[in-house]
């Protein structure tokens, strides 16, 4: 197949352009998809990827409007943003691909306008419609036969992507006869996994991690995390040593109040009964001078609501996150990200904002009150009655700013009012705060080099946090910047970011895993890295619908976040959490390795373009292991016991499934299915 073998009708003012004189005759200036084919709205493209954080629609604008090319109308297509790319295994099963594209309609009067729409057949350019601008639309009838891949793009033409509606309308594979998509020819685009967490034992199961580090007088709260059939029983041992005396338990509420002036590592023990069973834990409560000794668990606002989010909205996330049955799982965080405070008119701000930056009106206001307290928008009328709702849960509430005097969501900063803005968030009860540098360089720009300047502005808030009369969790958020991981801890954070926003795309997923690898000696126990929130379950980049990383990849999302020890912040909307997403999140021994006490992050000991092979050490003596396969294809992957440093016998667990492999010697070697990594406990086998 060849260039030649492929046609362009460009509809401008009834000009035609013919690339193959092959076709010339039977075209008109649409295509219908050919009769049996399979329409492209009909294929499942949650694997493709978008610009400007949208995703493609099926028989819709990227908009959600009707598709229309040139002034005409089609009822099928897909509408996507530029640059669009969607790779799809055909392996030859793939004879044609039809389809009129162009910029969308909605788009006319937009001079940035202009797209170019390729199609690729394994790496071979078989079609190129050119750069096509609004009011224009061209045809591809492609033949693929052969093609084991086939790649769609629609580039942004070398403009930027501003603008970008394209529409693939009425555009269609035939495959071979008798093979369809979604079915044997093309099944082998992976095999995909379902749920692989067992349900729910009736048995009680003390949940969460069994360490909790607090400061010296301040105050001690923790929900205690149990799982089983209720009604259940629970109680503690321990609290009857006289340094502890203002320590109390409630079996009720399950919560561990009090504090303890005297630093110590006092052992407690949690016990659960029901009807079932029986269930212990050793706990360590540690008072001294490290908080956060294993990565925090909970949700964030911002991938679920960006600038939507409101007071009710965060306790319906906090509620949600009870009767889902999360908070016993020991998810405990419910935090608010940007866009709760006030924020000045363009007007006010002199300056000209981008499009995205909406102004709803509620978000308009005076930065402060007389005495310097900081404003909330009026979505969020009690800052400090919505903490109280989120502690009454048994959960902790966070919250967050900037260094500088505007968010990113060009809302006001903590600029010049760091120790008011630290006390005013305790006064409140808020127990995190997420510190996003944003437009930081504005005001800090005279504070020394890149480096210099941020771990001021860091350390400035660390400070002032920690001289709070509360613990408070801070999170260092400069996208892994200027060397943050050999100065975040110095600043006080107890986790930094590592990366860019990471999407629910397998690029900024490989993204974020392979940065953080290489910071992987910066976390120990009360610092660690942060390769940012999890892009599982309905949130605003896939539409409420779900995360459009495929189950597999979601799997490698989880695994991988669990052996790199990183800070869980879920960020779909808990009210819509599906049963798939729910089992990613319950997995009490996925969450265990999250959690582990030792704090020893994990690392890839094998690392090739196909497959990693990460080990972790736990505090059991014991090892996680992640077999990650990086490609399409379904593929063994050997855990060679003497290059990970293991003993030559090892007795192996599959975490995911929770079910006991059997003694293994020398290597341990499973079939990992495209894109998946998947979890397994190796410990020494009993001589
Ligand atoms: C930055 C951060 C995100 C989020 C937004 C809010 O992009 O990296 O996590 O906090 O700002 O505006």
Redesign the pocket.
Known sequence: MSIQQTKFLLHKNMILAVISMLYVSAVSGVFAAPAGATYLDEIDLSAATCGAGRHPRAKRTVEGGPIALAGKVFARGVGVHAPFTFKLLANGAAMRFTANVGVDDDMHDRPLASVRFLVLADDRIVADSGVLRAGERAVIDVNLAGAKWVTLKTTDAGDGYACDHADWADAAFVFKPGAKWGDAALAELSRQLGVLTPPESPAPRINGPSVLGVSPGKPVLYYLPVTGAKPIQVAVEGLDVDKLKEVTFDPKTRMLTGKVDTAGDYKLVFKAKNAKGRAERIFTLKVGSTICLTPPLGWNS?NCWGQEVSDEKMRRAADAMVSSGLADHGWSYIVL??CWRTRPTEKEAGFKRPGWVRDPPHMYGPAREADGTPVSNSHFPDMKAMADYIHARGLKAGL?SVPGSM???YTFGSWAHEEKDAATWAAWGYDLV?Y?W?YGDREWKKAGNDRERQFKAYKLMGDCLARQGRDIVYNV?N?GRHEVTKWARAAGAHYWRTNN?LKDTWKLLLRSIDQNMEVADAAAPGGWNDPDMLVVGPMRSNSFTTSRLTPNEQYAHISLWAVMASPLFIGCDLERLDPFTRSLLVNDEVLEINQDTLGKVGRPMVHTSEYDVWIRPLADGSHAVALFNRTWEEIEIPADFAKLGLPSSCVVRDVWSQKDLGEFRDRFTASIPGHAALLYKLSKSKE
């Open positions: 911002w990200d940007d967050y968010a990113c969501c997420k996003d944003c958020c996208y926003d």
